[in-house]
């Protein structure tokens, strides 16, 4: 499978993705299940019933994970016709990342499939953060994008981030979530 990243030689990542989300395997264009210090696991997969190419970053699960989430210095990002922002260091270095990959022909090979869906960004916890960042960093190529985030850290960004990401980021957070 040339999809697949970081499973294992049984892909039994991939299938307990398949059977958990009920998604039939050819909807998932991409599949990273790597993991370290500022690596966390993703999917691009195409939603037909939403017309959407959904990122879906994983919250924390693993040590690594938690590892990142402390990395919780600010790290100054610059974007082309936006003010500069302060964002969280560990979940940027994330999303950077998952930007990589992504620009590695993943989210080409998907748009090229359904060129008239729009791009969805989703995640929780850590996921969240990292895919809010993302989509901050891809709103330039992607400005229909939008962007879900749930229980997303609250040193997240800077108000000025924040205010900029309004019109294409919601975030939910249930309750009193002890992170979020």
């Known amino acids: 499978r040339n999809n697949v990243s970081g499973d294992n030689s049984c892909y039994c990542g991939f299938a ?13 264009v991409y599949a990273s299940f790597e993991n370290d210090l500022y690596r966390a696991p993703f ?3 195409l939603d037909h019933e939403e017309e959407s190419v959904v990122i879906a970053v994983r919250g924390t699960l693993s040590f690594q994970d938690i590892i990142t989430d402390l990395t919780a210095s600010t790290h100054q990002i610059e974007l082309p016709n936006s003010p500069t922002f302060h964002v969280h260091k560990g979940m940027y270095h994330t999303a950077v990342w998952v930007k990589e990959k992504l620009d590695d022909g993943i989210l080409e090979e ?5 060129p008239q869906y729009r791009l969805v960004v989703v995640g929780h916890s850590l996921g969240s953060g ?7 960093l891809l709103r330039e190529q992607y400005p229909d994008l939008q962007c879900f985030c749930y229980s997303p850290s609250g040193s997240l960004m800077n108000a000025d981030a924040a205010a900029f990401t309004q019109s294409f980021v919601t975030s939910v957070t249930l309750g009193q979530d002890l992170v979020a």
């Open 16 to 28: 307990g993705a398949v059977s958990i989300t009920e998604l039939n395997s050819a909807d998932i």
């Open 43 to 45: 999917m691009v997969v």
């Open 130 to 136: 990292c895919a809010c960042l993302l989509a901050l």
């Open 110 to 114: 998907a748009f090229t499939k359904v």
